[in-house]
Every structure is written in structure tokens, then in C-alpha cells.
């Protein structure tokens, strides 16, 4: 018998067929309304912030105004991601997008801090999970001890990387299952710290409870001024963080010549009103004393006052299961990006090696627990302060680059932006005000953080913690990058490209690029 | 003359796809060797990446797949898709009218399977073409 070897491919190669990928595992409305808010994990993000951001001077009762102006930045900034993922959905996202826009150099310290955020934040997630397993099962002695709670975040890190790298996955519905549980969980919360506010047997609850003031919306009377503005939306830039890349991306093409998905639209409605709600429902219920002295683990020490024993453990368990969701968002990312970069010839090959069997991008996400682990066990080691510390520090790295984004979209769609209103607005405007808006709060930030004692734990290096690392493994990233100048002639050769003329007004799915091959 | 399509990732589906050859030499059909490349884990930022990353280890675990289909008379036909294994599967038989799904057991552990549900499991369950399990 003739024998032929006739490889074929029932589909278009490159993202045209992703997308149909994509299409065809029906992602249902829920499903994307889960993941973009999944993404942000809101019940973690309220445990690690929310006392953070009262505890800033000058904001105290203010910190519902701070949670919807820290929107802004990160809603213009959505508008890049979505522009930038119609010209080019095949790469690591910002890392891509600026390397092809503002060239390699800055590409790749993009890339550099998309990692670094990565890893600092892991050590925060680490820390609230460690604490949070012990407080479930009552355990405070334990949640109190720094070597137990180490042993727990490390154990908790390898965990995750395990089941990045091994790539299991829950199905849509346990997801959904899941989120709808973590929303409820603070919503009830909410209302039960409201109701016993207002309605509550014990005049004045058992906390110093305060009545829900008009005031704690106006950002005009904020005592701090613009200091304490900026300090506020650099934690709150954290919060949503996730949210964009989560929902833009995710958005079928398709769809999109209908304007912004309807899931889209309703996960950011959705997660503003979470925090805000959870917000006043806490600061009413305990006042902001309380907030300030509880803030390593706010809805832990809320809990047990609100909810009362056992359904407290509702809300340890809500963090919980939102912790997990978000160290499985930053994992897989990150491994993502670097996997990208290793493709792109910016990073060393074997990081963009997949596992045979799983699939995954191995090498890149053990890497990434491996670092991720030495650096929790060590800031978590050092002082309970500067993990506080980490946290704005984060604030720096998220700023720089979704600000380079924003700067990126504009610059990438420059000739285009004359063509229509909606060109000049949504793909100008719009991501350049956002880049505009970060660079402000990443400047004003770094000069009132650069003081020794403007630091929860002092100073490192002679500048204020949170700078330190903040912007101090940015310039780390300058080295690295300096070092790979010289290991990836290929990579830093590259031009700049701007959008094909006309790209915006084609009908939306292909691609402006094609998709980068390893050589 | 029909066709036999079988799920390959090169792993521990060898079992399998020297059934199906087997098989197709007596029957007379021919081979379709599947792969499908959904990335797993969440979607998002960079997923493309890996997506492409995952087609170009498919693309040369297939080559090689046919290779050997060649070398025992066989014709074959490699066929990669961006979509689950299961799902790749039983939408491919079904539209070339198999005549069966060829498929390794993964060696994926009992209790793996039944807790998170293996491709072989949930390929069982929607195929609605006659499926035949080889363990490796």
C-alpha cells in the first residue's frame, strides 16, 4: 500500500486559529464574568489592602472614595489592553506590546517588571494564606508565629507551582461555584455589619461604630491633600490589579464590534461595588482604629465580631479560595510572560520550553515558584513591616508598567488617531492619560516614599522600604537588562512598528502581526 | 476504506497508536493522528504564547507519529487542534464519520482520574463515535 506522512491542519495557523479555539470551548457569559473578576480575587485583595489604605495619614474614613478613584487610572488603561490585543493577541502582553511600540529596551524591563510584581506579590499572598489556614481552624498561636506561618506560605507556594505546572484546572462551573460563594460571603458581611449598625441590639455595636457619612465620598476633604491621595491609589492601583488583562484579553474578538462585552461591563461594575460596599460596611462597623491595628489581616479580625463563631470561618474561607484563584493568576502569567520572552529571544531558551506531558510552560513556572519562595520566606522573615512595606512597593512596579502600556498604545496607533473620533479618543486619549496618570502617582509616590521614615519598616539602602523595593528592583531590572544586551544581540536589534495604515478600521480578528517564532 | 483516528501526544499514547496502525493495516483505513493543543490553566495575558509553544511540540511529536505509520504501510494524516484532547476527538470522528476513536488510558493514575477526570474519561462520556482504550 502507497503510505503518505500528509501533515494538515484543519485550521488557519496563527491566532486565527486560537481564536477559534477559544470560540468553540463556548466560554458562557458567567464563566467570563467569573474570570474577570476571579482575577482581581476580590476577597484577598480587601484582606491585604483594606486596612493598608485607612491606615494611610490623612485618609482614614476616606477610603471608599480612594476604592473608585483607583479605578480610573486602571479602566484607561483597559482601554490600551484591549487596542493593543487587536494589533497583536499572540505574545506577552505588555512585554510585546511596548517591545514592538518603544523598542526592546523598554520592552523588556516591561517584561522585567511584570516579573518583579509578580514575585513581591507573592509573598503577600503567601503570607495572608499561611495566616488564614491557621485562623480557620482556630489556631492563633500558630497564625502568630512567624516560623508556622512560613512554613505554611512556603508550603502553600509549592502547592500552587505544582498545580500550575502539573496544569490542573477546575471546570468553568466550580469556578463560578466558587466566586459566586466569595461574593456572597462579603456581601453578607457587608449587610450584617450594616445591619448592626443601624439596627443592632448593642447601642453602638461591640466596636466603635460610626453611621455612613456623605463626607467619606469627597475626595475635597481629605486631610492628607495630594500626599495621601497618591499613597491611597498606588495601594488601590493593587486592588484591581488582574482586572484588565483578565477581561480584556479574554474578550472574543468577534464580539468586539459590538463595543466592550456585556461581561465585561458587568465584572467591573460588580468588583467597584464590592469593594466599595465592603469598604464602608467595615469602617462603619469598626471604625477606622480598629482598621489601622487589625490591618495584616482586616476580614479575619472583622469576622469573628460580625459574623460570629462558626460562620466567621465563611469569610477566612472566602479569602482563601480567593487567594488561591490569585496566586493561579500571577503563576500562570508570569510563567507565561517569561515563556513569551524566552520565545522572543530575550530570555533564555529553556524558559520557553513546554512540559511533554502537561503542556505547560514548565521550566518558566517552577522558575517562578523557586524565586517566588526564597523571597517570601526572606520578606516575610525580615519584618512583618516590610511586607507591609512590599505592598506600596508594588504599587510602583504595576505603575511603571501598565503606564508604559498606556504610553505604548498611543505611540503604536499615532497615524491612526487622526482617522476617527473614536480612533483619537479611545486608542489616543484615553490609554495616554491613563500612562500620564501613573507616571504622576509613580513620581509623586516615589518622593514621598523616598524618606527613611516615611517607611512601615524604616529605611533599606537609605530610602524608605517600599521605595527599596519598589523601584529599587526596577533598577535591578536595568542590569539584568544591560547584562541581556549582551546575551540577545538578535532581540535588541529590533525596530519599532507602528499599526498597518488603515488597521483600525478593518474589521476586527486579524491580527496587525505575525506571531513570533523561536529560532 | 474508513478511518481510524487516534489521540497522540507522544506521552504514554505509543500503546495506542500502534493499536490503531495495527488495526488499519487489517482494515484496510487509514490513520488520523490527533493532537489537540488547548493550553490548561486559566485564560488570559500571554496565553498565546503557550498555545503556540504547545502546537510546535505537537506539530514535531506528530511528525513523528506518522513516521511510524508510514514505516508499517499505513497512510496517515496528522490533524492538530487547538481545542481540549476530548473534545478534539470526538468532534473530528464525528465529522469524518469514523470508524473509531484510538485512545491511551494517559497512565493517568485512578485517582487522578476520577478526581480531576481524565481526556480517555471525558472523551467516554461525549464521544459519540465507538471508542477503543488501549493501556500503554
Known sequence: ?519 | MSEIVVGYDGSDSKAALEQAIGLAKELGDSVVIVFGYAARGYEGGAMTAQRDAIKEHAEKVTADAAETARAAGVDSEVVLVPEKGAEALSDLAAQRQARMIVVGTHGESTLRGVILGSTTHRLVHIAETPVLIVRP
Not at chain 1, 84 to 105: C, E, H, I, K, Y
Not at chain 1, 175 to 181: D, K, N, P, S
Not at chain 1, 282 to 302: E, I, M, P, T, W
Not at chain 1, 508 to 514: D, I, R, S, W
Open chain 1, 1 to 519: 500500500m502507497e503510505s503518505a506522512a500528509v501533515p494538515a491542519e484543519t485550521l488557519p495557523t496563527g491566532a486565527g486559529a486560537g481564536e477559534k479555539g477559544l470560540k468553540s470551548n463556548a466560554i458562557g457569559y458567567a464563566s467570563n464574568l467569573v474570570i474577570g473578576v476571579a482575577s482581581t480575587a476580590p476577597g484577598y485583595s480587601l484582606a491585604a489592602t483594606l486596612g493598608f489604605v485607612v491606615a494611610v495619614g490623612g485618609i482614614g474614613f476616606h477610603a471608599p472614595i480612594i476604592m473608585i478613584l483607583s479605578f480610573i487610572p486602571m479602566l484607561l488603561i483597559a482601554s490600551a489592553y484591549n487596542y493593543l490585543n487587536r494589533a497583536d493577541p499572540d505574545a506577552g502582553t505588555s512585554f510585546a506590546w511596548v517591545t514592538r511600540a518603544m523598542g526592546p529596551r523598554l520592552g523588556w524591563l516591561t517584561g522585567w517588571a511584570i516579573v518583579a510584581a509578580d514575585v513581591v506579590v507573592m509573598a503577600a499572598l503567601a503570607y495572608i494564606a499561611g495566616t488564614y489556614s491557621f485562623l480557620l481552624f482556630d489556631w492563633q498561636s500558630a497564625a502568630d508565629s512567624l516560623l508556622a506561618v512560613s512554613i505554611a506560605a512556603g508550603i502553600w507556594i509549592v502547592v500552587m507551582t505544582a498545580i500550575c505546572t502539573i496544569g490542573i484546572e477546575l471546570s468553568a462551573r466550580t469556578q463560578v461555584f466558587l466566586l459566586g460563594a466569595e461574593i456572597l460571603t462579603l456581601a453578607l458581611f457587608a449587610a450584617v455589619a450594616l445591619y448592626k449598625v443601624y439596627f443592632g441590639t448593642q447601642p453602638g455595636a461591640p466596636l466603635n461604630s460610626v453611621y455612613i457619612h456623605a463626607d467619606w465620598f469627597n475626595p475635597f476633604t481629605l486631610h492628607g491633600g495630594s500626599t495621601a491621595l497618591v499613597e491611597g491609589i498606588l495601594l488601590g492601583v493593587f486592588i484591581y490589579w488582574g482586572w484588565d488583562s483578565g477581561v480584556c484579553v479574554n474578550e472574543e474578538s468577534e464580539n468586539s464590534a459590538t463595543g466592550p462585552g456585556k461581561a465585561a461591563i458587568m465584572s467591573t461594575i460588580l468588583l467597584v461595588l464590592i469593594y466599595v460596599v465592603v469598604t464602608v460596611a467595615a469602617q462603619s462597623y469598626a471604625g477606622v482604629d480598629f482598621l489601622r491595628s487589625n490591618k495584616n489581616d482586616v476580614l479575619s479580625a472583622l469576622g469573628g465580631s460580625v459574623f460570629g463563631s462558626p460562620l466567621d470561618k465563611l469569610l477566612i474561607i472566602a479569602v482563601l479560595t480567593s487567594a488561591s484563584a490569585s496566586t493561579q493568576t500571577t503563576i500562570l502569567p508570569t510563567a507565561r510572560t517569561t515563556l513569551s520572552m524566552a520565545r522572543w529571544g530575550a530570555m533564555p531558551k529553556a524558559l520557553g520550553s513546554i512540559h511533554p506531558r502537561y503542556l505547560t510552560p514548565h521550566v518558566s513556572t517552577i522558575l517562578m515558584g523557586a524565586v517566588s519562595l526564597i523571597w517570601t520566606l526572606i520578606i516575610i522573615n525580615v519584618s512583618q513591616n516590610v511586607l507591609s512595606d512590599s505592598i506600596t512597593g508594588l504599587g510602583f512596579q504595576i505603575a511603571f508598567y501598565y503606564g508604559l502600556t498606556g504610553f505604548a498604545c498611543a505611540f503604536y496607533y499615532r497615524r491612526e488617531l487622526t482617522r476617527s473620533f473614536k480612533n483619537f479618543f479611545m486608542a489616543g486619549v484615553v490609554p495616554f492619560l491613563g500612562g500620564a496618570m501613573l507616571t504622576y502617582i509613580f513620581v509623586k509616590a516615589f518622593i514621598d516614599n523616598k524618606p527613611v521614615d516615611s517607611a512601615y519598616s524604616g529605611g533599606f539602602l537609605g530610602v524608605g522600604a517600599a521605595v527599596a523595593i519598589g523601584v529599587g528592583l526596577l533598577l535591578f531590572g536595568v542590569v539584568l537588562l544591560v547584562i541581556a544586551n549582551i546575551a540577545y544581540p538578535k532581540f535588541f536589534k529590533r525596530k519599532l512598528e507602528t499599526a498597518p495604515p488603515g488597521f483600525l478600521e478593518r474589521p476586527p480578528g486579524e491580527p496587525a502581526t505575525t506571531t513570533v517564532t523561536p529560532e
